[in-house]
């Protein structure tokens, strides 16, 4: 069984910054993948950013040049940078943690609230 726990989030006034945090425990294992998915109210989730073992990332469109995700496989922990935050980021923030390639859903956090408002 694998815990993942989300931290930092909160209101921010546009054009902030705002960092987010998730450690992964549990039984032994490694990692493939770890990510940021969000979810706003009335919309369908959407993932974020990625990065995989090797240090390989990948944004979405909308956060390019604002956010920046990092982490390290053996701590098993991943960081989101927002920058430049705008309204639209409002959403429920889920870090995700895929131990294998062959397991697209991976083990999710609860989620951490991120509010961009003035």
């Known amino acids: 069984q694998v815990q993942v726990v989300e931290s930092g989030g909160g209101l921010v006034q546009p054009g902030g910054s705002k960092t987010l945090s998730c450690a992964a425990s549990?039984?032994?294992?490694?990692?493939?993948?770890m990510a940021w998915h969000r979810q706003a109210p009335g919309k369908m989730p959407e993932v974020v950013a990625s990065?995989?073992?090797?240090?390989?990332?990948s944004y979405r469109d909308s956060v390019k040049g604002r956010f920046t995700i990092s982490g390290d496989a053996a701590k098993k922990t991943v960081h989101l940078q927002m920058n430049s935050l705008r309204p639209e980021d409002t959403a429920v923030y889920y870090c995700v943690i895929r131990p294998r390639a062959s397991d697209p859903d991976g083990f999710w956090g609860h989620g951490t609230q991120v509010t961009v408002s003035a």
């Open positions: 990065i995989t073992s090797n240090g390989t990332t």
């Open positions: 549990g039984d032994d294992f490694s990692i493939y993948l």
